[in-house]
């Protein structure tokens, strides 16, 4: 998973994320509440009253607390977590989130969600698996520009990567490409990739401790205690998650009756795209949230 905790009203079972009945019934009614008028503020005072655990397993919240939960993304359902949110509700409340931004003169943050572009997160190095990262250059000048370079394409004032750099107006025609392809052959969609082994390192890693301590016979060392939750955490991060028949279902209802289209639908691509992988020469791999991957130019 990409985050640190998962979402309050998830939980998984036997390898798989399912929601979670009880806790489920509080986001939505967060999002419910909040669309009729309750305040963050207030909201996060009646969670503490209740003793409602918080992403922390405590029971202090905040309006920064509650406000993560509104704009978490992962409510709308995604590769690994299913849909606990309408798109309708969500953008209801995003957009009355912003309506009392400008009621109280603030201005969004840098990184919030409503700034977020759709392509953060999914740009992967395919000679060195970094994450790609948007670089502005010139900014404010007539000659501005943006592209997208790998993260360690300088490290520690050293060019560490020559992967190269791309544009958005690249990855929108790679995007445009391999979208209109799984468009004029649906079929593709039921290609089921084969299944990948992963090797994790700081999970073995943990794990060969573990086993020594164990062998040992530490089994009152404080240290056993807290690496056994770091390789319970470790293996939950690098867990794949066999969900390739809902996610194709997916793609075939985002697909459904859907003509070749000419320019990126951004909630299009965020619905369906995993990830795009980009190499030196002028190669990329985009992976849809089902396994399938197409390979294209830039």
Not at 11 to 20: A, P, S, T, Y
Not at 171 to 178: D, K, M, V
Not at 190 to 198: A, E, H, V
Not at 263 to 282: K, S
């Amino acid at each position: 998973m990409m985050q640190r905790h998962m979402p309050i009203g998830y939980q998984m079972i036997d390898g798989k994320i399912h929601i979670d009945e009880e806790r489920s019934k509080v986001v939505i009614k967060v999002f419910r509440d909040y669309l009729n008028g309750t305040s963050t503020y207030a909201l996060a005072k009646e969670l503490t009253a209740m003793g409602f655990l918080n992403a922390n397993h405590t029971t202090s919240w905040n309006h920064g607390s509650i406000g993560k939960i509104l704009e978490n993304t992962k409510y709308l359902g995604d590769a690994f977590y299913p849909r606990l949110i309408s798109n309708e509700v969500f953008e209801q409340v995003q957009e009355r989130r912003k309506a009392r931004c400008r009621e109280l003169g603030r201005t969004s943050q840098l990184n919030s969600m409503q700034n977020k572009h759709p392509f953060s997160g999914r740009l992967r190095c395919g000679e060195c698996g970094e994450m790609f990262k948007k670089y502005i250059e010139h900014c404010g000048k007539p000659s501005e520009r943006s592209n997208w370079k790998c993260k360690r394409y300088i490290y520690k004032n050293r060019v560490c990567c020559r992967c190269g750099t791309v544009t958005d107006s690249q990855i929108e025609r790679a995007f445009l490409s391999a979208v209109n392809k799984v468009i004029a052959a649906p079929r593709m969609l039921d290609r089921k990739p084969k299944p990948q082994l992963t090797f994790n390192r700081e999970y073995q890693a943990l794990d060969q401790r573990v086993r020594e301590l164990e062998q040992q016979q530490e089994f009152s060392s404080s240290e056993l205690a807290g690496l056994i939750f770091q390789r319970a955490a470790s293996f939950y991060n690098g867990a794949k998650i066999d969900d390739y028949e809902h996610n194709t279902e997916k793609m075939k209802q985002a697909f459904l009756k859907r003509k070749p289209i000419v320019a990126v639908d951004e909630g299009l691509f965020t619905t369906v795209i995993r990830q795009i992988t980009i190499y030196t020469n002028n190669r990329l791999t985009i992976e849809f949230i089902n396994g399938l991957t197409v390979e294209e130019t830039y």
